[in-house]
């Protein structure tokens, strides 16, 4: 059985501070991985993907891959409330069509 | 740049009834769609995915079934509808990353 593991929070951080992200898998052929923010009432947003272990910047997000120790983590730097949502981790093998979703994890920025 | 439509945006309906769902994608060609329903404080259950048309694999055996009836179009059906059915369904597609729709909030009542 495939999994990802995600604390389910709500982790809380100041605006302007860096908020940490994580998630495991369970799959040790898992390729490609995702991360996608999913605002109350509305559909996950991709934020970021990535398929290489190291790091990926994007604006001010930053997702890390450690295959070694199968985890994945998405950083947020500059924290704003508008960044408060559920965040989702995924991850796929190769050659599947179907990711496996981590259940999320509650992240919540006060001013 | 693809864009996936879903309607309707909500929906009540009484136990017993009719379910239909569409979910369309536009700007893209032969991709790969699914169903999820996400319950209010779950994670998102998979239900059916297709990988052209006419094909369609099916997650979690139950009173709902899906059709592709055109490469970019992706229906969600029911004939009788339990109280266990609501929830938030989302459309996706994917070719390499997995794109989600913007739902379909369902109560029935």
């Known amino acids: 059985q495939k999994e990802v593991e995600q604390n389910s929070g709500p982790l809380s951080v100041p605006e302007g501070a860096i908020a940490s992200l994580n998630c495991t898998y369970s799959?040790?052929?898992?390729?490609?991985f995702f991360w996608y923010r999913q605002y109350s009432g509305k559909s996950p947003e991709l934020i970021m993907f990535?398929?290489?272990?190291g790091d990926k910047e994007d604006g001010r997000f930053t997702a890390q891959l450690n295959k070694a120790s199968q985890y994945v983590s998405l950083l947020i730097r500059d924290s704003q409330p508008s960044d408060s949502a559920t965040y989702l981790c995924?991850?796929?093998?190769?050659?599947?069509?179907?990711?496996?979703f981590g259940r999320g994890t509650s992240l919540i920025v006060h001013p | 740049s693809q864009t996936i439509h879903q309607w309707p945006a909500t929906l009540v309906q009484p136990v017993g009834s009719p379910l239909s769902l569409e979910c369309t994608v536009e700007?893209?060609?032969?991709?790969?769609l699914y169903w999820y329903r996400q319950a209010a404080g779950r994670g998102l259950q998979l239900l059916f995915y297709?990988?052209?048309?006419?094909?369609i694999s099916s997650e979690v055996p139950q009173n709902l079934s899906a059709s592709r009836p055109q490469d970019r179009q992706f229906i969600l059906s029911s004939k009788k509808l339990l109280l266990s059915d609501s929830g938030f369904y989302l459309c996706?597609?994917?070719?390499?990353?997995?794109?989600f729709g913007p739902g379909t909030r369902l109560t029935v009542t």
């Open positions: 700007g893209t060609s032969n991709p790969n």
């Open positions: 990535i398929y290489s272990n």
């Open positions: 995924a991850a796929s093998s190769g050659g599947s069509y179907i990711p496996t």
């Open positions: 996706a597609w994917s070719l390499d990353e997995q794109y």
């Open positions: 799959d040790r052929g898992s390729q490609s």
């Open positions: 297709s990988v052209g048309i006419g094909q």
